[in-house]
Structure formats: C-alpha cells, structure tokens
C-alpha cells in the first residue's frame, strides 16, 4: 500500500497515528499506555512515552510509514531490543517508536557463500545459532547477543569481546536494504566479499544510530566456527600489574579471541558469584584462545607466559566447553551484578590505546576518590575499552553532580590518552553533549551536513547521536 | 603560510601556477613538459596533459593548495605511485596533479598499540617492512604493492590476495587526517582500535577516489606477522573443475590466506615462465595458509582434500620461504605478462559471491566466444574475484568495438550473478558510466549529495568514481 498522505507541513502526530492504522491496521500499531509505558526507555534511565508504537512486518510498510512521518512531521525512534546503554532508543515528545520485532525473519543463509541475509528483528544469538548449524558463526558477539537484535548492533556498531581478534559489526555487513528520512529506498554494497562501487554508504549507515535511515535488511557475512575453546583466568594484586600483563599478551605473536580485565570490585563481585580467585586479588584477566585443537595448544603458552609476571596471584585453565561457558557466564553476569549494587548506575564506555591501558585504568581509580563515588570498571581489555560504571544514588545528595564532575574528568582524561568516548556503546542521548570534546567543528559540520542530506526534517531518532550545537565546553549536568 | 587568495570566481589555472609556486617554491611545482608528459596517466591508456604537478611536503600545503584551487577553480588530482588500472589518477584538461610522493614519512609506529602513523606517500611494501621490523606486518598485500603507495591504496580500498583472510584497506584504517573541497581539515576516527563517536567518516574517504577529500596521514593498524607460511598450487584439466574445488575449499574449517585462480591462458603464462605444470592443465588454484606450524599442518590437510576432486591433475606444495616466494613471484607477474601480449590490456575486476565463481568463469569464456577476443583471467577465487583481461590491438578494425560490447555483456551477467563491477580496483574514469547498472538512482543521488557535501565546486578529482549523469542505459563505446 502506498500512502499519499498530505504534505500537510505542520506537526500533526494525531493524523499520523489515523494514518499509520491505515496503513498497519490495528494489530501492528499500539497506543495503550502499557505498551508505551514499555518502551518508554531503553537500559537508560531517562524515560519519554511514545505517541505509538509501530510493528512493521516489511521493507515497503517502513517506506510507507516514512512516507506518513513526513507528511505529517513526526518524528520515528528505530528500536531493536532496546538493550542499548546510551539512551539510543529513547523516544522524544510526540514520536512514533518503530520496533522491528516483527521483522525478525533469516531471509537465506547459504553456507557456500557463508553470507546470511537477515531482517533487523533478528536475535543476535539466533542469527549465530542459525549460523552453527552450518559449522559457520557469526563473530560480534556484544554482551547482550541473547536477547539484543542485529539491526541495533548495526546502529550503534555493536562488538563484544571477540572484537579484539574478529572486529566489530561493522566489519560483517555486505550490504544493506534501508529506507532514508527522505523516504528513499537504499540499497548499498554488494553480496561479493569485494567490492569498491561508489561511496561506502553500507559503513556509513552502520553505527549512524537510525539517525540517518532505517535498516530493514542487511547481508552480513558468516566465518567457520572454529573448532575450540580454551580460557585462561589470571589474577593479580593489583590492577597495575594486571594492566602489565594485558600489554605482554598484546604483544605476544598471536591475537587472542578475547582480553577481559576486571578491577578489584568487578573481582569482588565474580568472586562473591562462586569463581574461585584469590582472596588478595585486586585485578582479574581472561584470555580466550581459539582455534584449531594444535593452535591453541601453540597459542595458550604465549598467553601464559604474558600472563605471569610481577604481581600474578594465580593462573587458572578452562578446556572442557563446560568450564570455558561457567567461566564466561560469570563475566556476562556482571552488568547485571553491577546493577543491582546501586539505584542508579552510569555505564561508560571509554577506549584509549592499548599501551595506555594502565595509564586509564589509574585514571578511573583516582578519579573516583577525588569524587568520592563507588566506580566499577571491567572491560575488553585488548581494545582499550573499559565499561566504567559508576554507582549513585540520585536520593543522596550531591551525588548527580559529583557523578558528573567525575565523568567530565573521565572524558578529558581518555581523549588526553588519545582515546575515543564510546568503544562500542555510542553515543545516544547520554553523550551527544561531549562529543565536541573529541570531534572537531569541521568534521563535527561535515557529519550534520551528511545528516542533512539523509534526513532533512531531522524525523529519524532526533537529538541522538551529533550534539545539538558545536561547543567547545559541554554543561556539565546528567542526563 | 596561510593563503589567502583571491575569490575571484573564475576558473583561471595561470593564477594558479603563479600562487602555487609562490605557496610551494619551484622546487615543489614542476610544469616543464617532461614531467607533465609523465604524470599524463595512470596504467590506463588515457592521457591527459596536466597544467602542473605539485609536490607537497605535510597537511598545511595541501591545505593551502586547496585554497588557491577554490580561489582559481582549478581542478586538483590526486596522486600516489600512478599504478591504478582505472584511471583514478588521469588528469582532466586545465588540472593540477597533487602527487604525495614527497609526503613518505612513518610518522611513528607503536608495537605496544600495533599502530603506524604514516604519510600517504609511503610505498605499502616500505609500511610492511617497517611493520616486519617488529614482527608485525600489514595484511593487504595488492599486486602493485612494491611501488603502490598507501595513500593510493586509502584512496582506492585497495586489497590483494591475502584480502580473503585480512580484509581489505579499510578494515586496517583507524584514523585519517584530510583536506576536503571546501579546504576543512579533517579528523577522522580515533587511535584506539574501537570507536562510535559520530558517522564513520573514515571509512567514507577509503575508497572515495580522491573525490571527497585529499588524505594527509593515516592511523594504520597492524598485526602480528604469521609465523610460516605454505602454498598449495592444484592444476586441473577444466576450469569448471578448479571451481568446483573452489567451492569446496571455501566450505573448508578454515580460511586460507590467499584462493587464487588461474584460467587456461593464464595457466599457459605461468607455465612458459618457468613453473612446473601439466601439459593438459586448463586451469590452475593457489592457496596459501599462514599461522604457526601447527596449525598450518592442520590446515593443509583440509585444503588438500578440498582440492583434490574431478579433474585435477596434480597437486604440489611449497613450503620454504624460497619456494613460496618463487610461486608467488610467478603469480604476481602475470598481470605484466598478460599486458606483454597484447598492444591494449583492457584489466577488469568484477566479483561474484563465492558460489557464483563457476558460472562467472563460464560466461567469460563465452562472451569471449562470443566476440571473437583473447580474454585472460585469474584473481582472487576466494573472494569471487577475478581480473578479465581482454586483449586487444586498436589497430585492428573493429577490436575495439567488440570490446565494449564484451564488457557491457560481463557487466551484465556479473550483476545478475549478485556481483559487482569491481572488487577492488575502483570505477575511476573507465567504469563509471557502467556504476548506474549496479547502483540504484536513489542510492547514487545520495553519493552525489554527498560528495557536493565535501566538495561543492568539484574540485577534487573531477569526472571520477561517480556516473555524471544518472542513466539506466550506459553509452556502449570505449575510453
């Protein structure tokens, strides 16, 4: 069905939910309170209830619901699973939250090609089941894979911990099926492996936050699941010595699948969850090797070897696939572990080089002393790239405004290691403010330009992602 | 020096000699007509005589000479080492050559962080080097890669065998520094080895040909150097056979480093210099598998019973350094020795998904049939794809003709294989009026809009990578 609707010019959200029934019918557009109630919010804690909730089933009902967002000027919120951590998905006053749960189709996955085209509703974790089942996976593997969906990690560019070996999403889709803010319909790159056709809008679109056009279909390439696993689990007495080592590793002969670090209270916290770690260690390094049974066999004492050194408590093996999944569910568990210690908890995402690991992580612990806040950092350590959580209760007062003193440090402190603000999370809502701290003007005025050109009425997820003015010094209040 | 030349509006390229001399002095702005005549063209056999040849030494020239081009209009084209195949580096009448020869510093390189800061003008293989120096290398490793610059391969997404296992350009770019159209100087990325901050900018300039921006210096990820290296060469006594055997690698457990195939006349190319194959092979693979010893004895076995099928003739094994790197050096002077055979090598680089790659080789044979012309394959299997070289004399009456007709024939039957019209040579000036096959309207409106984003005067690098004129019918003739 193509809707005409009446390029009516004025903001008009009424006729757009008349419109958007017509177009879906009922049972694919919600206005009940509980269900704007539920996605009122992602993993953030700032809430904004949705005028409606659209459940598109195709590429043709997204065009068309665009084509109604226009005439109307209302403004559309792409949401996955809504797992994001930066407000990414966050509806703003009188929009329409477009959730792709029911685009959740594997359209063709061929082993010969080891490509799978997948709509953006797809789990994470189904997509990769789908993938072994041919003795294939599908490598990015974020904290969320279990219940977050492809077509949000193709928003934010989501990794993961296999990122250090294996890249992020970015680096896994071919090709894209989109429809613009002007309504258009895109397609970008290829099927091929290989192909250098034009501008590279596939990547542009990857990480772009729905700010720019909505996914409604994406190729992504698969790799041969490799045959194993083997994790080593080291502790330390202090992150120091920890950071040492995650430098040794890092420049051993061979990449491994995963370089995780946990800081004293992240060791606290798997230790208080069952993991057997010394009583006396501050820090806490997995390594995942894998790869053929010879080549980890090669690789495991290289790591080893990195691994000790000044300050090493103990240094455990996972073989067995059961061990190897405990160990791993542990890690995966802490998010969830950190968040119930405190009302509220901020989750940060900064990265910096590698060498400057140490450099950061000191940064992270003097900072919370000076602010005096409870910070829990832990993190994909071969990248950089820590989750810095820091733990407040907005009840107590002064505590908002220390907590953002201190993440304002935190940022100066990363960009003056020559790091990055987000690693993997983006920026959302919760960080548009202090990109200006890492992006300059030009190039700032250049990604509002591209914006411009893809979504003129700035109808697809307003106020993500860019900052709403250049400036030099962001205000220092949180979101 | 800060210029600050004159808006005059009007395009006046004798202005601009006279400001770049007085920007660069004389020995930075050649025009004699020796050098002209040698920065005419690229390795296509389109010449144009540029109005001068300008030879900066950091950012703040290349800056300044975009001012003095916006002032005077004057067209710039970039250069690496001129090696492209599809006329990327061409001038166009009245342009200036900017050639970032003299820009060929290794700003720094980090073993902590695997990362090289580098100049465009640094040849790729100098990179790799300095890389091996501390047993890290750069993975992609195009043919030209002894001369090639790796500006030009930013410029290009250039990739190369190894491409199947590593990838290509863009997946080793962390950050670019640049000069866009409208002389801003860019950053892009980030120094870490994970980053969302904002639109991926970095990976819209790899690639773009010169046409959005001129690149200064790039961050350049590297990666630990594999420990050995083995090659595989099967023959086979039909091309549909060695596909086949393709197939079947490319289900393997593994990935190889480098799938490259062979046809009947390339296989006769490599058998007359010298390497051993049968008599009544039609068709020849190379795979090459990297890593520590191990593992390689684990991969070979895989890779040699995927091999093994119908058809094939025989099957060796290099596995010393010397005997690699003779094998290599065979394939690597077949695209020279193709060109020996012919007054006129027309060098395309279509790809197909993987599975496609039989019937791809099929309808080159035939078209080749088809319209009466010697045409050589061979490339990158692995990746689906291939260089089909069509030889031809412009002498002879028609040739040329038949030609056009040849590549408008494979250009089809490429895109309804789900291929695309390059892998990884580009579409510079020789392909871009076939882009509008593959490119939808819409798509290529926004790539326009795009690049009148970064360079509304067209400025940079003018008549390349983009159609001028969306056309659902490309004219048939021959550049």
């Known amino acids: 069905m193509a809707v005409r609707a009446r390029q009516s010019g004025i903001r008009d959200p009424e006729s757009a939910l008349r419109l958007f029934r017509k177009l879906l019918g009922d049972g694919q557009v919600h206005a009940d309170s509980a269900t704007l109630d539920l996605y009122a919010a992602d993993e953030t804690p700032r809430r904004c209830v949705p005028r409606g909730v659209l459940f598109p089933h195709d590429h043709d009902q997204v065009r068309d619901i665009v084509a109604i967002a226009r005439a109307t000027r209302t403004s559309l919120v792409p949401r996955g699973a809504g797992s994001g951590n930066v407000g990414g998905a966050t509806p703003v006053p009188n929009s329409y939250v477009v959730s792709f749960e029911c685009m959740n189709q594997i359209r063709d996955l061929d082993p010969a090609d080891r490509v799978v085209v997948a709509q953006p509703g797809v789990v994470t974790a189904d997509l990769d089941a789908a993938a072994r089942a041919y003795g294939l996976f599908y490598p990015p593997n974020p904290g969320s894979a279990a219940f977050c969906r492809i077509g949000g990690n193709i928003a934010t560019n989501a990794a993961g911990p296999r990122s250090l070996k294996y890249g992020v999403t970015r680096d896994y889709v071919l090709s894209l099926k989109a429809v613009d803010g002007r309504g258009r319909s895109l397609t970008t790159g290829s099927r091929a492996?290989?192909?250098?056709?034009?501008?590279?809008?596939?990547?542009?679109?990857?990480?772009?936050?729905?700010?720019?056009?909505?996914?409604?279909?994406?190729?992504?390439?698969?790799?041969?699941?490799?045959?194993?696993?083997?994790?080593?689990?080291?502790?330390?007495?202090?992150?120091?010595?920890?950071?040492?080592?995650?430098?040794?590793?890092?420049r051993a002969q061979t990449v491994p699948c995963a370089l995780e670090f946990l800081d004293e209270r992240a060791t606290a916290l798997v230790r208080e969850a069952g993991v057997n770690l010394p009583a006396a260690a501050q820090a806490t390094l997995i390594v995942e090797a894998d790869g053929s049974a010879e080549d980890i066999a090669v690789q495991l004492p290289l790591y080893q070897r990195a691994l000790q050194g000044h300050g090493m408590l103990e240094l455990a093996q996972a073989r067995t696939p059961a061990a190897v999944a405990t160990l791993w569910a542990t890690r995966s568990a802490l998010s969830g572990a950190v968040k119930r210690r405190a009302p509220l908890k901020i989750n940060e995402d900064v990265a910096v080089p590698v060498s400057q690991l140490g450099a950061l992580v000191s940064q992270i612990e003097k900072l919370a002393v000076t602010h005096q806040l409870e910070v829990v950092s832990f993190g994909h350590a071969g990248n950089g790239n820590l989750h810095v959580n820091v733990l407040i209760d907005p009840a107590e007062p002064g505590q908002k405004k220390r907590a953002a003193l201190y993440l304002r440090d935190l940022f100066q402190a990363v960009l003056s290691l020559g790091g990055t603000l987000s690693g993997e999370h983006g920026i959302g809502l919760a960080k548009r403010r202090f990109v200006p701290l890492e992006v300059g003007e030009d190039t700032l005025a250049l990604m509002w330009a591209i914006k411009q050109q893809l979504d003129p009425m700035r109808l697809l997820n307003p106020g993500k992602a860019l900052p709403a003015v250049v400036r030099r010094r962001p205000r220092i209040t949180l979101q």
Do not use: F, H, N
């Open 193 to 250: 492996t290989k192909s250098v056709v034009g501008y590279d809008l596939t990547r542009l679109l990857v990480g772009s936050e729905g700010t720019l056009a909505l996914v409604t279909e994406a190729a992504i390439r698969l790799l041969p699941a490799p045959a194993e696993t083997a994790v080593l689990q080291a502790s330390y007495s202090s992150a120091e010595d920890a950071c040492a080592a995650v430098g040794r590793v890092m």
